[in-house]
């Protein structure tokens, strides 16, 4: 551990948590900073702290909402089954009787010398057919993978250096448990915005 420039305690390495309860318990006649705790006061630690929790929380959740989708295209529902056939049936003869008459279509028979004709042409090649459905798979997987970590620097980074503005402003001793604590908040608060459009995207 190396000193802390401004407080002259040691910095605390990650992810120093202690027991809480000498802080919340007890609390009468007591330093601000306790023998057994561990204090952040460099805005960097403060990032950092913040974007390892981030990361912890935060990664899993897309990993599982990743998994699902490369699940549900690497292995599609399979289509139903044609037991419902015979309502089919009657729900399309209901739909005809309903509907405009059909009239038929009349084909020109086609000669060599009639120039008006249209040229056949082979059909153009699809993009990407060669791409399996494995590979779009994995290419949604590590999409989900990269928007986790920028989710997470992001966050840890705006959450972060607010927090140590905020402390060093009003001279306060920042535990590393509000790193901890930010970072489950931002987590949740993420997934209770996000939430509806992954399910729609899925």
Not at 15 to 41: F, K, M, R, T, W
Not at 88 to 103: H, K, M, Q, W
Not at 174 to 184: E, G, H, M, R, V
Request: hydrophobic share 45%; aromatic share 12%; proline share 11%.
């Amino acid at each position: 551990m190396s000193a802390d420039g401004l407080t002259g305690r040691p910095r605390p390495s990650w992810p120093s948590l202690y027991n809480p309860g000498i802080e919340l318990l007890h609390i009468v006649h007591h330093e601000a900073v306790q023998p057994d705790g561990a204090y952040l006061s460099e805005p960097f630690d403060i990032f950092r702290f913040t974007l390892y929790w981030t990361l912890i929380f935060y990664t899993p959740i897309f990993l599982c909402c990743g998994l699902y989708a490369f699940i549900n295209l690497t292995f599609p529902p399979s289509r139903p089954s044609h037991a419902n056939a015979p309502k089919r049936a009657e729900a399309s003869e209901a739909d005809d009787a309903s509907s405009y008459p059909l009239t038929p279509l009349l084909l020109r028979p086609y000669s060599p010398r009639d120039t008006t004709a249209p040229l056949l042409r082979p059909p153009k090649p699809k993009p990407n057919q060669g791409r399996s459905r494995t590979t779009f798979a994995l290419l949604v997987l590590l999409a989900f993978l990269l928007l986790s970590v920028a989710g997470a620097l992001l966050s840890s980074a705006i959450i972060g250096f607010i927090l140590a503005g905020v402390y060093k402003l009003a001279k306060f001793n920042l535990s590393t448990w509000i790193p901890f604590l930010w970072a489950l908040i931002s987590v949740l608060v993420g997934i209770l915005s996000v939430w509806p459009s992954v399910i729609d995207i899925i």
